[in-house]
């Protein structure tokens, strides 16, 4: 595979970590150390571990979420590193709304190469819009 479509494999298994509510699968996206930041959303900040801890207590009461992650790019690589910023677009039904919310925006990701294969050592969550929000 190339680069380009490894890198690809692992943002479609995170969007389909997040959206089967897999969190075993989510943690495998990440190194051990990864930073975690979702605040430009009013969510969690934190390292790998504390991020799957606050999936599981807060993102079960979503009924269904789609993330769709497009435009992958390859800002810069440097040996076993790579800085990727891909679009996303994430319909979901919210508890207790009638509507469908949706945000959408960037993800910015610092990879490395591990002997497993690419993983994400830091996320950042840049969300630029969202439809019907929580609260």
């Given amino acids: 595979m190339s680069e380009h479509s490894e890198i690809s494999a692992l943002l479609y298994r995170y969007a389909r970590a997040v959206d089967s509510k897999d969190w075993e699968l989510y943690r495998s996206v990440f190194t051990e150390d ?3 930041d979702y605040s430009s959303a009013g969510a969690v900040v934190g390292t790998r571990d ?6 599981a207590a807060n ?7 789609m993330h769709y992650i497009t435009n992958i790019e390859i800002l810069e690589t440097a040996g076993d590193t790579a800085s990727v910023r ?3 677009y ?15 925006g960037y993800y ?3 990879l490395v190469r ?11 969550e840049e969300n630029l819009w ?3 929000p929580p609260g």
């Fill in 90 to 104: 994430n319909p979901m039904q919210l508890p207790g709304m009638a509507e469908i919310s949706a945000c959408g």
């Fill in 59 to 65: 993102f079960g009461v979503i009924p269904w979420s």
């Fill in 34 to 36: 990864a930073h975690i």
């Fill in 130 to 132: 969202f439809t019907n």
């Fill in 114 to 124: 591990t002997p497993d294969g690419w993983r994400s050592r830091s996320l950042r």
């Fill in 108 to 110: 910015h990701h610092e």
């Fill in 86 to 88: 891909a679009m996303f």
């Fill in 50 to 55: 504390e991020v799957v801890d606050w999936f």
